[in-house]
């Protein structure tokens, strides 16, 4: 299946794992949920007309209601990337200055364009917040960053979310668990919160307390749910698994992953999808494989949003 890679980036991004992930989705006719959105590169994979769609980082959420809202169009991103990126480009300091101009600019006004240069010319696709809210990834050194074909790359993704983003998509700032009380029994939640007992790249972190409690919502849903967690790695085993999840039906997927920006911080780590519904899948190994009826399900979806995509040329 062809993926939507979104205009946001951030470190754990599930580009990558977005197939097995859809491979589990059943079928409902309710909505898609999610209470902890990042950069959406699940949802706008889901191939759902319906959503609600939360994260407690409001800047995330702000970007995509102004795409929403036409606030945001690809032929302004283009413009707006041009223009600083030019400015990058020829900044004092081999760039630095004018980064650090956008990431003033953008602690005081929360601009989203100025979100969205962050975020693709922050160090190594991460994604971080100081106490006081203010961006905290340091310039990946690289002041021709937005070259022309660059700038194309991300004003088609810009295109793409725009043509799936749909009236029936809400978007949300607040804390998840307001969000999976909304759930019915029609709905599917998908939830991918920070991994406990692991680096937490998030806008005001998690912890233990965090992760109980989302236990106990999810236990008490009427919706069908899937938790993105990780499983183990190559030194320890998510303790979580054997203390909360172990009840729910669990299947694992082997994964790499960079901490850093050198090769040798390439690590391996066993990803875990926990659900609280039948599965149409089959399990070999570290590999999930669809059975003819959940394949039937994918294509679908697949054609959707083809559909939504195709024929439409980025502003």
Request: a neutral charge; one cysteine or more; proline letters at 6%.
């Given at each position: 299946?062809?993926?939507?890679?979104?205009?946001?980036?951030?470190?754990?991004?599930?580009?990558?794992?977005?197939?097995?992930?859809?491979?589990?989705?059943?079928?409902?006719?309710?909505?898609?949920?999610?209470?902890?959105?990042?950069?959406?590169?699940?949802?706008?994979?889901?191939?759902?007309?319906?959503?609600?769609?939360?994260?407690?980082?409001?800047?995330?959420?702000?970007?995509?209601?102004?795409?929403?809202?036409?606030?945001?169009?690809?032929?302004?991103?283009?413009?707006?990337?041009?223009?600083?990126?030019?400015?990058?480009?020829?900044?004092?300091?081999?760039?630095?200055?004018?980064?650090?101009?956008?990431?003033?600019?953008?602690?005081?006004?929360?601009?989203?364009?100025?979100?969205?240069?962050?975020?693709?010319?922050?160090?190594?696709?991460?994604?971080?917040?100081?106490?006081?809210?203010?961006?905290?990834?340091?310039?990946?050194?690289?002041?021709?960053?937005?070259?022309?074909?660059?700038?194309?790359?991300?004003?088609?993704?810009?295109?793409?979310?725009?043509?799936?983003?749909?009236?029936?998509?809400?978007?949300?700032?607040?804390?998840?668990?307001?969000?999976?009380?909304?759930?019915?029994?029609?709905?599917?939640?998908?939830?991918?919160?920070?991994?406990?007992?692991?680096?937490?790249?998030?806008?005001?972190?998690?912890?233990?307390?965090?992760?109980?409690?989302?236990?106990?919502?999810?236990?008490?849903?009427?919706?069908?749910?899937?938790?993105?967690?990780?499983?183990?790695?190559?030194?320890?085993?998510?303790?979580?698994?054997?203390?909360?999840?172990?009840d729910f039906n669990i299947v694992t997927h082997d994964h790499f992953y960079h901490s850093g920006g050198k090769l040798e911080n390439r690590r391996?780590?066993?990803?875990?999808?926990?659900?609280?519904?039948?599965?149409?899948?089959?399990?070999?190994?570290?590999?999930?494989?669809?059975?003819?009826?959940?394949?039937?399900?994918?294509?679908?979806?697949?054609?959707?949003?083809?559909?939504?995509?195709?024929?439409?040329?980025?502003?």
């Amino acid at each position: 299946m062809q993926i939507i890679v979104p205009p946001i980036k951030s470190q754990g991004i599930k580009t990558k794992l977005v197939p097995w992930i859809q491979a589990l989705v059943p079928k409902i006719s309710g909505r898609w949920i999610e209470p902890f959105l990042g950069t959406g590169v699940v949802a706008f994979n889901s191939g759902f007309s319906e959503a609600l769609l939360n994260d407690v980082n409001p800047h995330i959420i702000r970007f995509y209601q102004a795409i929403k809202d036409r606030e945001i169009t690809a032929g302004q991103v283009r413009e707006y990337l041009n223009n600083e990126g030019a400015q990058l480009k020829d900044a004092s300091e081999k760039g630095y200055a004018h980064f650090r101009e956008v990431r003033d600019r953008f602690n005081q006004s929360h601009c989203p364009m100025d979100f969205l240069f962050l975020s693709r010319a922050g160090f190594n696709g991460m994604m971080r917040f100081n106490r006081k809210g203010g961006w905290n990834i340091p310039f990946c050194q690289k002041p021709e960053r937005f070259s022309p074909a660059y700038v194309t790359k991300i004003v088609n993704q810009v295109h793409a979310v725009t043509c799936l983003i749909q009236p029936g998509w809400r978007f949300v700032v607040g804390d998840f668990e307001k969000i999976i009380r909304e759930a019915t029994k029609d709905d599917l939640i998908y939830c991918d919160p920070p991994y406990i007992g692991r680096y937490v790249d998030y806008y005001c972190g998690w912890s233990e307390d965090d992760e109980r409690r989302l236990f106990r919502l999810l236990s008490d849903t009427p919706a069908r749910f899937i938790l993105s967690t990780w499983h183990h790695n190559d030194f320890r085993s998510n303790p979580f698994i054997d203390s909360l999840w172990k009840d729910f039906n669990i299947v694992t997927h082997d994964h790499f992953y960079h901490s850093g920006g050198k090769l040798e911080n390439r690590r391996s780590v066993v990803e875990a999808l926990v659900f609280n519904f039948p599965a149409n899948i089959q399990q070999d190994a570290y590999e999930v494989k669809p059975n003819f009826e959940q394949l039937m399900l994918l294509e679908e979806r697949a054609e959707y949003i083809t559909r939504q995509i195709g024929g439409k040329e980025p502003g």
